[in-house]
Each structure stands twice: as C-alpha cells, then as structure tokens.
T-cell receptor, first 113, second 113 residues
Framework: GQNIDQPTEMTATEGAIVQINCTYQTSGFNGLFWYQQHAGEAPTFLSYNVLDGLEEKGRFSSFLSRSKGYSYLLLKELQMKDSASYLCAVRGPITGGGNKLTFGTGTQLKVEL | DTAVSQTPKYLVTQMGNDKSIKCEQNLGHDTMYWYKQDSKKFLKIMFSYNNKELIINETVPNRFSPKSPDKAHLNLHINSLELGDSAVYFC????????????FGPGTRLTVT
C-alpha cells in the first residue's frame, strides 16, 4: 500500500515563497502528482514527477527524490488566490489501463497580506 | 465547455434511501474514476473503469455499485444510504493512452440525514 505524509496547514505572506513537503512510502511507484483544490471546488492538476529532479512550471515547481521518498511543491511570488489545499498523490502500479492515485490528506495553505 | 460533469451537484436524502449520481466526460477519455472526499478532506479512490470494464475496485461496501453504459459515462448507485456516506463524491477521467493527468468533475455533495 501507500503511506503519504504532508503538513496539515501552512501560512505564508503574499509575495513570498513557500515550500510544501510530501513524504511517501510505497509498494510500487509510477510517479507523484500535486493537485490544487480551492474550497468547494474540484482538484486541479499542478504537476507530475516520475524522475528525480525539479520540474518548473511558471510560479510553481515540483521536486522529486525517489530514493528518499520525498517531494516538495514550491510556490513563488505568492498571491492571495493561491490560498487552497495542496494534495500530494502517488501513482501505483498501472493495471489494465488505469492508474490508481493515492492521495495525502492535503496541506491547507493560507496566504496573508 | 464542460469537460467532466456530474449531476446532481447537491443531494440531500434520508437514511435507507437509494440514490444515484451521474458522471459524463466529453474529453474522449478511456478511463473514469469515482473518488470519495470525507469531512476531513481526505480524497480516496473507490472505483475505476477503462472502456466500460471495471479495473479498480477498492474496499467499498457493496451498497455502492458503479455502472458504465459507455466510456463517456460512469454512474454511481448507492443503496440503503447511511450517515457515514455523507461526503463529496468526485468523478474523474483520464486518457488511456500514455496520459497521466486526471481531470476531476465539480463534485456531488451528498448529505444523509
């Protein structure tokens, strides 16, 4: 199975940089995802890492170390609209065309003035 | 244009009733999913279908029965509703060929009284 840990809450200041960590223990690994979920809305895809290293996409970057079972999501130039829950998810072995995602409990980020 | 849609958005019902939630995607994807997000915001997979075939079936009470009439639709029927079934249910879809990003529907908030 999968075990995924991430902090429950974080607070940061508008314009600053914040790093949200995620550690995982898994039996079978086929990539790690970060999703953003605003209150009352659906999760939306932010990033996908399957190889070690940093993936950058605008203000958001995601890092993966498979040997350490560790990932982080880096948000730069924080804006108020970045206040949301950030979900780390690990993809397990692919079966029959599907990929099962196991989600962490999410990190609620609050951006303050 | 709606990519993944669900009906209804809100559903309030009494214990013991039977209800259905419908999901449709117009993305041409092969794989569809049902997730349950509880009051603590923990998002957990329930079922997955690939081209109308059940490929993921987590430990879910058999009161829950998914049905996929075609690859664009995945419905969820729940018998004998219980208080603990209260949650937000999300449908998602993914292309079956080489894709990894799952697109989520807006969610159905089910409240059992």
């Amino acid at each position: 199975g999968q075990n995924i840990d991430q902090p429950t809450e974080m607070t940061a200041t508008e314009g600053a940089i914040v790093q949200i960590n995620c550690t995982y223990q898994t039996s079978g690994f086929n990539g790690l995802f970060w999703y953003q979920q605003h209150a009352g809305e659906a999760p939306t895809f932010l990033s996908y890492n399957v190889l070690d290293g940093l993936e950058e996409k605008g203000r958001f970057s995601s890092f993966l170390s498979r040997s350490k079972g560790y990932s982080y999501l880096l948000l730069k130039e924080l804006q108020m609209k970045d206040s949301a829950s950030y979900l780390c998810a690990v993809r397990g072995p692919i079966t029959g065309g599907g990929n099962k995602l196991t989600f962490g409990t999410g990190t609620q980020l609050k951006v303050e003035l | 244009d709606t990519a993944v849609s669900q009906t209804p958005k809100y559903l309030v019902t009494q214990m013991g009733n039977d209800k259905s939630i419908k999901c449709e995607q117009n993305l041409g994807h092969d794989t569809m999913y049902w997730y349950k997000q509880d009051s603590k915001k923990f998002l957990k997979i329930m079922f997955s279908y690939n081209n109308k075939e059940l490929i993921i079936n987590e430990t879910v009470p058999n009161r829950f029965s998914p049905k996929s009439p075609d690859k664009a639709h995945l419905n969820l029927h729940i018998n004998s509703l219980e208080l603990g079934d209260s949650a937000v249910y999300f449908c998602a879809s993914k292309t079956g060929t080489g894709g990894y990003e799952q697109y989520f529907g807006p969610g159905t908030r089910l409240t059992v009284t």
